[in-house]
């Protein structure tokens, strides 16, 4: 363990939120789309999946490696680096996620974590791939105070006319329902990193931002007016291992990293640095800096690409 990241807060929807159910409704029910939810204190709260969160993380911080002209696979079912990628060693040669595999049947973690981080992208070290977890998990975000009141929320349906994807023509009567949480709802959400050089810190933090300019939106029916979000009452709770009493964020990797200098932005106790609100901001917004600064210099590998 080298470094442990935290940040807390609230996500609140600006606009309407759709995040289906992913089901067929039962027969009889009032709408077509309906909201996911969860049984709490016997409420039906409706929620934000950490796995929701997790995708529009992904895919937007694909984009913006790819915009530098990184590498970038699209982290979708069978399209992670894990299959797209071959290596060639002296040993073996196939699929990376094979080789991963056989290496680790026989017991060589150290030798299949070597070639995953040689030879997967930066995103699939950040957020997984078969075979490997990643580094931020993003925990389910329920609409709970710090004591686990439920706030207030409420639901509200509106009718759509289903739009042929293909001809753009109207199917004739094809009326459909979707359910939405009206906005101003609070959502408590964590993200949790472990390990993460201060550049890879950066790519989520530039994530963060396009989220709260409403570049980036969640759920369905995004081009229709509904998804946009904003984080509020950031909190951030950071630590260095082996523990240091300064206000830094160590480079975790030579040459492409680069040490944070956080003076005046957070607090420290008992090794850990602190900051809540415009500070949080302020901490992110170095720490973008850091990415954009980190180049894809010395980053190419020896790969052959399927791509
Ligand atoms: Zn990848």
């Not at 529009?56 to 982290?75: L, P």
């Not at 073996?92 to 080789?99: P, Q, R």
């Not at 949790?192 to 989220?211: K, Q």
């Not at 954009?292 to 399927?306: F, I, L, M, V, Y």
Request: hydrophobic share 40%; aromatic share 10%; charged share 25%.
């Amino acid at each position: 363990m080298l470094r442990e990241f935290n940040i807390n807060g609230y996500i609140v929807n600006v606009e309407p939120l759709h995040i289906g159910a992913g089901k067929e409704p039962p027969l009889g029910s009032l709408v077509d789309l309906a909201v996911l939810r969860i049984k709490y204190m016997g409420i039906d709260l409706p929620y934000i999946p950490g796995s929701s969160l997790k995708g529009v993380f992904r895919s937007t911080a694909t984009t913006i490696v790819r915009s530098k002209g990184m590498k970038a696979c699209s982290g979708l079912s069978k399209e992670t680096c894990m299959e797209l990628e071959d290596v060639v060693t002296e040993r073996v040669k196939g699929e990376l996620g094979e080789v991963i595999r056989s290496y680790l049947r026989e017991n060589k973690s150290k030798e299949a974590m070597e070639l995953f981080f040689k030879n997967a992208c930066i995103l699939c070290k950040i957020f997984g791939a078969p075979s490997y977890t990643g580094k931020v998990t993003f925990s389910d975000a329920y609409p709970i105070d710090e004591n686990g009141k439920p706030f207030p929320f409420s639901f509200d349906i509106k009718t759509g006319i289903a739009i042929d994807r293909k001809t753009g023509a109207v199917y004739s009567g094809a009326l459909y329902t979707l359910e939405y949480v009206k906005p101003g709802v609070s959502f408590k959400f964590s993200i949790h990193c472990t390990n993460l050089p201060n550049y890879a810190l950066g790519l989520l933090a530039t994530v963060m931002s396009m989220i709260q300019t409403g570049d980036v939106k969640i759920g369905g029916f995004k081009t229709r007016g509904l998804g946009g979000i904003r984080f509020e009452k950031l909190f951030i709770r950071a630590r260095d291992l082996p523990k240091i009493e300064s206000p830094i964020l160590r480079s975790l990797e030579e040459g492409v990293d680069e040490e944070v200098d956080l003076s005046n932005l957070v607090t420290l106790k008992d090794g850990w640095l602190i900051a809540e609100g415009s500070s949080a901001w302020n901490v992110l917004r170095k720490l973008e800096e850091v990415w954009w600064r980190a180049g894809p210099k010395g980053r190419s590998n020896q790969t052959e690409s399927k791509r």
